[in-house]
């Protein structure tokens, strides 16, 4: 069965009389000619600002990665803390961070063959800068050490205050630092 085929020409006008509607009508909606617009804000709003509670997350996750650590793997505490970095932190704080490591209880935790579990707490009385590219949060870190033979130990809570850039749509950890803590938030 074989169809007939309109004239080339006849194809061509439609074509291009569509395309001239088309365009007018794109003329027109641009032109604001035939349709309503909301008026622009005066002050555009900073769409690349990220929430500060995400900024808090991320130190809670840092803190956690970095102090969780498995003496059946980890050759050091060192290790943890380079985790977290590559993982949550910037590049200038995994290279700052790859000889940090020292910890008074590895030596015990190692010869047991523990493993570290952290949980953390905001700490929430700490103001945080105005700056909507870089942040700052503090976590509280209760640790509790545990070995295959069932011995279990707390560790002393540390308080780990973090500084956070922007980068792309995430944050990193810049900086942090650990103290000890009496454990009040």
């Known amino acids: 069965m074989s169809r007939t085929r309109p004239k080339t020409g006849r194809v061509r006008r439609t074509l291009r009389r569509t395309g001239q509607i088309l365009f007018a009508a794109g003329v027109?909606?641009?032109?604001?000619?035939?349709?309503?617009?909301?008026?622009a804000p005066s002050t555009p709003p900073n769409a690349s600002?990220?929430?500060?509670?995400?900024?808090?997350?991320?130190?809670?996750?840092?803190?956690?990665?970095?102090?969780?650590?498995?003496?059946?793997t980890d050759t050091g505490p060192a290790d943890a803390r380079?985790?977290?970095?590559?993982?949550?932190?910037?590049?200038?704080?995994?290279?700052?961070?790859?000889?940090?490591?020292?910890?008074?209880?590895?030596?015990?935790l190692a010869a047991r063959r523990a493993r570290v579990h952290v949980d953390t707490e905001p700490i929430t009385d700490d103001p945080q800068?105005?700056?909507?590219?870089?942040?700052?949060?503090?976590?509280?870190?209760?640790?509790t050490a545990s070995a295959p033979d069932g011995w279990?130990?707390?560790?002393?809570?540390?308080?780990?205050?973090c500084s956070l850039t922007q980068a792309g749509r995430a944050w990193k950890v810049a900086g942090v630092s650990f103290s000890d803590s009496d454990g009040g938030a």
Do not use: M
């Open 82 to 108: 380079r985790r977290a970095a590559q993982q949550y932190g910037t590049a200038d704080l995994e290279n700052t961070l790859a000889g940090e490591g020292r910890d008074r209880t590895w030596t015990d």
């Open 152 to 161: 279990r130990q707390k560790l002393p809570t540390l308080a780990a205050y």
């Open 129 to 143: 800068p105005s700056d909507d590219r870089t942040a700052a949060a503090g976590v509280l870190a209760t640790a």
């Open 49 to 72: 600002a990220l929430p500060v509670e995400a900024a808090a997350e991320v130190c809670a996750r840092f803190t956690v990665a970095a102090l969780s650590v498995d003496t059946a």
């Open 28 to 39: 027109i909606a641009h032109s604001g000619a035939a349709c309503s617009r909301a008026p």
